[in-house]
């Protein structure tokens, strides 16, 4: 029996709560919930606990922080005393991601579930009205979903096989659900290549349109080549050349996201396939990386404007 069959019929067992060793006094996940500024670089304060019944993105934040609203209690206006509005003539506000994902609407009309990771980040939007998907939650979006369990499917586009087939035990091994290869059903996608080969893709179109596009601050270059990291106003910030991977996740449209395991050569997607890590993505809405022990490079990269 392969995990995830293992883990289907344990599920199974306990929620038919007979036969199968499982306790009733078991408890659910905790609900975990940060509050960062400037795509995550600093963080303002966390809570991790349990939801109480009824519990919306809302209710859980006003619990835990001093929250402001606007438009009749809605939408968050400030957290902490740190408000939207304006910052050094720039648009600044607050913005935040359900399991990686960001939500379609407003605070008070999402119910916190068992699990969930909630991430505020109040930052600039100038450059990119919205990131549809962050890879800073991981292992989410592939445990939960967006209150959904979606399936995953990897798309290998590299020669060397080994890679792909660690980020497929990877992704079982932190709780994902593979997509059985004939299903027809809303999938995540993994897609792993070098860029030249990625960039036909529909999710792969919105990156190669920039951060207004995709929400994700990194641009490829000279057919792939090179990586750009730009910063929050869209503009580079910094190139980078042989060696470099990218981890970056956005939203075609309604469909769950894709995530991007790319470089500008093999020696950058390797680095990147090691870098599918849930304390190296921490808190992050995407990462350049490159060979060797050093840190992955959060993006948007800090610039003149910051």
């Keep these: 029996m392969s995990r995830l069959a293992g883990l289907a019929a344990v599920l199974g067992c306990a929620l038919a709560l007979a036969g199968c060793g499982v306790g009733a006094g078991e408890s659910e996940p905790d609900v975990a919930l940060v509050v960062t500024r400037d795509f995550g670089a600093h963080q303002l304060g966390e809570r991790t606990g349990a939801t109480q019944g009824q519990d919306t993105i809302m209710r859980y934040l006003q619990r835990a922080f001093d929250v402001k609203t606007r438009y009749g209690g809605g939408f968050v206006q400030a957290i902490d005393g740190l408000a939207g509005g304006t910052a050094r003539g720039r648009m600044v506000d607050w913005f935040f991601y359900v399991n990686g994902v960001e939500a379609g609407q407003g605070a008070t009309g999402i119910r916190v579930r068992a699990g969930d990771r909630i991430w505020w980040d109040h930052h600039r939007w100038d450059g990119a009205q919205r990131s549809p998907a962050v890879v800073g939650a991981y292992p989410e979006p592939f445990v939960h979903g967006l209150h959904r369990g979606w399936e995953t499917s990897v798309a290998c586009h590299v020669a ?147």
């Design 160 to 306: 060397d096989e080994k890679l792909c087939a660690k980020v497929r035990e990877r992704l079982d091994d932190d709780g994902a659900t593979a997509a059985p290869a004939m299903s027809a059903g809303p999938r995540l996608r993994v897609l792993i290549g070098p860029w030249a080969a990625l960039r036909r893709d529909r999710a792969g179109g919105l990156l190669a349109d920039g951060p207004r596009a995709s929400g994700v601050f990194a641009r490829f270059a000279e057919g792939g080549r090179t990586l750009q990291l730009l910063d929050d106003r869209g503009d580079a910030a910094r190139t980078l050349g042989p060696g470099t991977g990218l981890i970056a996740a956005t939203r075609y449209q309604d469909e769950p996201p894709t995530w991007f395991v790319t470089g500008t050569d093999a020696n950058g997607i390797a680095a990147a396939v090691d870098a599918l890590d849930a304390e190296k993505l921490r808190r992050h809405f995407a990462v350049a990386v490159g060979p060797g022990d050093a840190p992955p490079t959060p993006l948007p990269v800090e610039g003149a404007g910051r």
